[in-house]
T-cell receptor, first 115, second 110 residues
């Protein structure tokens, strides 16, 4: 089954404790991205990657890091989480070519709470 | 800059037709897409308009007019399961990051 998986699905952590949210896709997609979703603000892109070893900032990259060492994986790293990073996070992937960027496949989401 | 505006909420009855509008302000873009998101779920892709005009996919249709900076999603024969949030999204020229509208919450009533 074609899918994007994320782990963990739920996470409660404390300020300053480094964490990683994993994302993996099995569709051989070149393009992967991370979004955060907050009430009233819709989906905002954090980082994206056009291919292995190619990453770029989205609209809200501050406080986040990513890496793309393999095509299928795109982990999101919070080096020192803060309460304003409490949010619902989605990973997504797409073919990345032509109109493919408009058709993105989303993972199930990770609900992160930072206290 | 980039801005996509949608109504925050729309209510309709089962079996009816509803139109969700999306207006945008941008210096240039490639097209417009629509996503559906049920409460607690992930966004799922519905449609993409690369060109002006109407695209139909079953009960859902999407329309784009670049000259009017306007698009809409049309849902026909509404069903209770269509109750969800709907987001328009676009890719500004020169960027590879989708920009989403803030979403329209559709409530379908019996």
């Amino acid at each position: 089954e074609a899918q994007v998986t994320q782990n963990p699905r739920y996470l409660i952590t404390v300020t300053g404790k480094k964490l990683t949210v994993t994302c993996s896709q099995n569709m051989n997609h070149e393009y992967m991205s991370w979004y955060r979703q907050d009430p009233g603000l819709g989906l905002r892109q954090i980082y994206y990657s056009m291919n292995v070893e190619v990453t770029d900032k989205g609209d809200v990259p501050e406080g986040y890091k990513v890496s793309r060492k393999e095509k299928r994986n795109f982990p999101l790293i919070l080096e020192s989480p803060s309460p304003n990073q409490t949010s619902l996070y989605f990973c997504a992937s797409s073919s990345g070519t032509g109109g493919g960027l408009y058709e993105q496949y989303f993972g199930p989401g990770t609900r992160l709470t930072v206290t | 800059g980039q801005s996509l505006e949608q109504p925050s909420e729309v209510t309709a009855v089962e079996g009816a037709i509803v139109q969700i509008n999306c207006t945008y302000q941008t210096s240039g873009f490639y097209g417009l897409s629509w996503y559906q998101q049920h409460d607690g779920g992930a966004p799922t892709f519905l449609s993409y308009n690369a060109l002006d005009g109407l695209e139909e996919t079953g009960r859902f249709s999407s329309f784009l007019s670049r000259s009017d900076s306007y698009g809409y999603l049309l849902l026909q024969e509404l069903q209770m399961k269509d109750s969800a949030s709907y987001f328009c999204a676009t890719l500004p020229t020169g960027r590879r990051a989708l920009t989403f509208g803030s979403g329209t919450r559709l409530q379908v009533q019996p």
